[in-house]
C-alpha cells in the first residue's frame, strides 16, 4: 500500500557529507512522521531523526549537530544532510515512517524502506 523509496547512500571520506532522500508512494492521504533510523551488522538498529507534521523534530545523540532532517510534504518526501561525517556513521541507513494515513477510515500504515548503505572512510 505505501511504499518508502531511498537513494543518496554510498561512500564519502570522514568530514564530508553525503545527503539521503526517502520518497513515500502509495495511497497517501497524510504523513504524521518521516525519519532515519540506521544499523550496523550485530548491533541494535539505532534512531538517527526523526521529522514529524507538527514541525518537530528529534536527533539520535549521536548525529546531533551533524545531520538534518527536513521534509517535502508536498512530495511526501524526507532528506537527511549528513555533515562532518566519521567512521562511525558507516550504517544501512533505512528511512522510516510512522502513522501514514491511507484511508478516510483512519487506516494508517508504518514501516521502513529497504535501507541504503552509507560508507565514511577514514
Known amino acids: 500500500q505505501v511504499q518508502l523509496m531511498e537513494s543518496g547512500g554510498g561512500l564519502a571520506q570522514a568530514g564530508g557529507s553525503l545527503r539521503l532522500s526517502c520518497a513515500a508512494s502509495?495511497?497517501?492521504?497524510?504523513?504524521?512522521?518521516m525519519g532515519w533510523d540506521r544499523q550496523v551488522p550485530g548491533k541494535r538498529r539505532e534512531l538517527v531523526a526523526v521529522?514529524?507534521?507538527?514541525?518537530?523534530?528529534d536527533y539520535g545523540d549521536s548525529v546531533k549537530g551533524r545531520f538534518t532532517i527536513s521534509r517535502d510534504n508536498a512530495k511526501n518526501t524526507v532528506y537527511l544532510q549528513m555533515d562532518s561525517l566519521k567512521p562511525e556513521d558507516t550504517a544501512v541507513y533505512y528511512c522510516?515512517?510512522?502513522?501514514?494515513?491511507?484511508?478516510?477510515?483512519?487506516?494508517?500504515?508504518?514501516?521502513w524502506g529497504q535501507g541504503t548503505q552509507v560508507t565514511v572512510s577514514s
Open positions: 502509495g495511497n497517501i492521504l497524510s504523513i504524521f512522521e
Open positions: 522510516t515512517a510512522d502513522r501514514i494515513l491511507i484511508d478516510s477510515d483512519g487506516t494508517t500504515w508504518a514501516g
Open positions: 521529522s514529524r507534521s507538527d514541525g518537530s523534530a
